[in-house]
């Protein structure tokens, strides 16, 4: 969206440039040049100057509790983070849903609520 803030712009930009685009598939690609021509839209520079500046605001706020969640993770110690793939965004999702290890008095129980027991079903 920083790059091309307006269906105008989109439209204007090649088929490359937006797939360079992070999480951009091909397919979603074809599906926003598809609508840009039909989509309202401004070009005003204002406009767009203010839509590119809150979404770098929200990438800084996403950033700043990135970093805050990882900072806890480190401060907290948690041997989840051992666990090869595991880092700290996702260590604090799976601590966050276990939230006491000592409810489960052994690790089948833990694997059952975790949904990877598949003798439950």
Same mark, same amino acid.
Not at 21 to 34: C, F, G, H, V
Not at 68 to 87: K, R
């Given at each position: ?6 269906? =105008? ?15 951009? $598939?091909?397919? /979603?690609? =074809?599906? #926003? ?5 039909? @989509? #309202?839209? $401004? ?12 979404? /770098?605001?929200? /990438? ?17 110690? @948690?041997?989840?983070? $051992?666990? $090869?793939? *595991? ?6 999702? #799976?601590?966050?849903? #276990? ?9 089948? =129980?833990? =694997? ?7 003798? *439950?079903?």
């Amino acid at each position: 969206m920083t790059r091309y803030p307006n269906p =105008q712009k989109r439209l204007e930009a090649r088929f490359d440039k937006l797939i360079e685009i992070k999480r951009l $598939t091909a397919s /979603k690609i =074809q599906d #926003i040049l598809s609508v840009a021509p039909r @989509s #309202i839209g $401004t070009t005003s520079p204002a406009r767009e100057f203010e839509i590119i500046e809150i979404i /770098k605001h929200y /990438k800084r706020l996403i950033d700043k509790a990135e970093t805050c969640v990882n900072d806890l993770m480190a401060e907290f110690n @948690s041997a989840i983070t $051992t666990v $090869t793939g *595991i880092g700290g965004r996702l260590g604090a999702v #799976i601590l966050a849903e #276990i939230r006491n290890i000592h409810a489960f008095d052994n690790p089948a =129980q833990l =694997q059952a609520f975790a949904g990877l027991d598949s003798s *439950i079903y």
